[in-house]
């Protein structure tokens, strides 16, 4: 049994006419790939399909959540996330183009009766990851590691004694700013 029917799209009995699908990726989906960055999700992805011309335009919209560990307090948590993206789908009878690496173009036999998505829905998830992992208020909701909020809050202060100027020093620091 193919584990991700669920993700493909058979377009042949498709009228051509714009189709709108929408998928549901969560932990199981994620499970199936070796070394996927999201585990636990609940991310929605919104699958346009334009089959008005040639070549087909997908549009994918991905919305929703997954847990990380966040970057200021090292606490999972959930982190939202959001992109989109577009493919092209392409029919060609040449077989070196059917399953290239091109990352914005899908060539396609014209009689493959699926349009597989799974590889562009796990491709997609993952460049949706934010690039700095908080959550939405640091240090202010239930999933933040305060011990560490607190050791940074310490830091900070210490850095900030270090800035202190010197007052000997503090005239020779406005020559420096001085404008000619």
């Known amino acids: 049994m193919d584990k991700f029917k669920a993700y493909k799209i058979s377009h042949i009995g498709l009228k051509r006419e714009v189709h709108r699908f929408s998928f549901d990726l969560n932990e199981t989906f994620f499970s ?8 636990q999700s609940d991310i929605k992805v919104y699958v346009t399909l334009d089959k008005s011309h040639e070549p087909y335009l997908i549009e994918f919209d991905v919305q929703g959540t997954f847990e990380t560990e966040c970057d200021k307090c090292a606490a999972t948590v959930p982190v939202e996330m959001e992109g989109s993206f577009e493919i092209f789908v392409k029919f060609t009878e040449n077989p070196e183009l059917i399953g290239s690496d091109d990352p914005e173009i899908l060539y396609m036999h014209r009689d493959q009766p699926d349009i597989d998505l799974t590889k562009y829905l796990y ?48 005239q020779l620091f406005d020559l420096k700013n001085k404008k000619l």
């Open 123 to 170: 491709e997609f998830a993952h460049l949706s990851i934010p690039m700095h992992k908080i959550c939405k208020e640091p240090f202010k909701t239930a999933y933040c590691d305060m011990s560490i909020a607190q050791k940074l809050e310490n830091l900070n202060e210490t850095k900030e004694k270090k800035e202190e100027i010197d007052p000997r020093w503090s």
């Open 32 to 39: 199936n790939f070796e070394s996927s960055l999201i585990q």
